[in-house]
T-cell receptor, first 119, second 114 residues
Framework: SAVISQKPSRDICQRGTSLTIQCQVDSQVTMMFWYRQQPGQSLTLIATANQGSEATYESGFVIDKFPISRPNLTFSTLTVSNMSPEDSSIYLC????????????????FGPGTRLTVL | GESVGLHLPTLSVQEGDNSIINCAYS??????FIWYKQESGKGPQFIID?????DKRQGQRVTVLLNKTVKHLSLQIAATQPGDSAVYFC?????????????FGTGTRLLVSP
C-alpha cells in the first residue's frame, strides 16, 4: 500500500495561531482527504483535496478555517487557522490508493496523524 | 440524518477467544463497507472490506458478515491475540459524483487479556 507521512507528528500551539500540517505520499494518487478525529471519537471528513483546484469541504467546515493546498499528486497541506482549544484533535490525511490484491475496490489508506493540542 | 454506528463501545475478551464487533448502518444506497483497526497513536489500518452484493468475506483470522435486510455489519476475529487490542471502526463508502466518501462509525475498543 502507499506510504503516507505527516509532519508534524504532534504540536502544542497557542490560541489564535495557525498550524500547517503536511501530508506526503510515496506515489502519485488521485484523491487525497483530510479528516479530524476529536479525542475519544471517530473520524470526520473535513475536505477532499483536489489537485489543481479548490478543495471540496464537508458541511461544517470552511476554507477560511481549514485552507488546503494540493500542488501535485503526492503532496497536500491542511492549515488550522486561528486555533482555539476546540481544535485540539488528531488530523489525518488519507489517499485513495487504487485496488490492491485481495481488496474489492479503491479504498483509503491513512497517514499516522498529527496530534494537535491548543492551549 | 443517516449514520453508521456501533452497538458496543468496549469489548473485553480473553486471549484465544473469538471476538465479534458489530456495526449498524442506515444508508441503504451504500455499496461498499470497510473495517479499520486503529492502535493508539496511529492512523486507521485497513482490515477487510465487503461489497453489498456479498454476505460474507474472509481474510486471515477475520471474517466480515453483511446483513442488508437489517443493515448490519459484523467483524469476527478468530483466536484473538493481545496484538488485536485496538479500536475498530466500520466505514460506509458513499460514492458521489465519481469519488468516494467514507462515513465512519463511532468505534469499538477491543481489549484482549492474556
Amino acid at each position: 500500500s502507499a506510504v503516507i507521512s505527516q509532519k508534524p507528528s504532534r504540536d502544542i500551539c497557542q490560541r489564535g495561531t495557525s498550524l500547517t500540517i503536511q501530508c506526503q505520499v510515496d506515489s502519485q494518487v488521485t484523491m487525497m482527504f483530510w479528516y479530524r478525529q476529536q479525542p475519544g471519537q471517530s473520524l470526520t471528513l473535513i475536505a477532499t483535496a483536489n489537485q489543481g483546484s479548490e478543495a471540496t469541504y464537508e458541511s461544517g467546515f470552511v476554507i477560511d478555517k481549514f485552507p488546503i493546498s494540493r500542488p501535485n499528486l503526492t503532496f497536500s497541506t491542511l492549515t488550522v487557522s486561528n486555533m482555539s482549544p476546540e481544535d485540539s484533535s488528531i488530523y489525518l490525511c488519507s489517499v485513495e490508493g487504487g485496488r490492491r490484491s485481495g481488496r474489492l475496490s479503491d479504498t483509503q489508506y491513512f497517514g499516522p496523524g498529527t496530534r494537535l493540542t491548543v492551549l | 440524518g443517516e449514520s453508521v454506528g456501533l452497538h458496543l463501545p468496549t469489548l473485553s475478551v480473553q486471549e484465544g477467544d473469538n471476538s465479534i464487533i458489530n456495526c449498524a448502518y442506515s444508508n441503504s444506497a451504500s455499496d461498499y463497507f470497510i473495517w479499520y483497526k486503529q492502535e493508539s497513536g496511529k492512523g486507521p489500518q485497513f482490515i477487510i472490506d465487503i461489497r453489498s452484493n456479498m454476505d460474507k468475506r474472509q481474510g486471515q483470522r477475520v471474517t466480515v458478515l453483511l446483513n442488508k435486510t437489517v443493515k448490519h455489519l459484523s467483524l469476527q476475529i478468530a483466536a484473538t491475540q493481545p496484538g488485536d487490542s485496538a479500536v475498530y471502526f466500520c466505514a460506509e463508502n458513499r460514492r458521489n459524483t465519481g469519488f468516494q466518501k467514507l462515513v465512519f462509525g463511532t468505534g469499538t475498543r477491543l481489549l484482549v487479556s492474556p
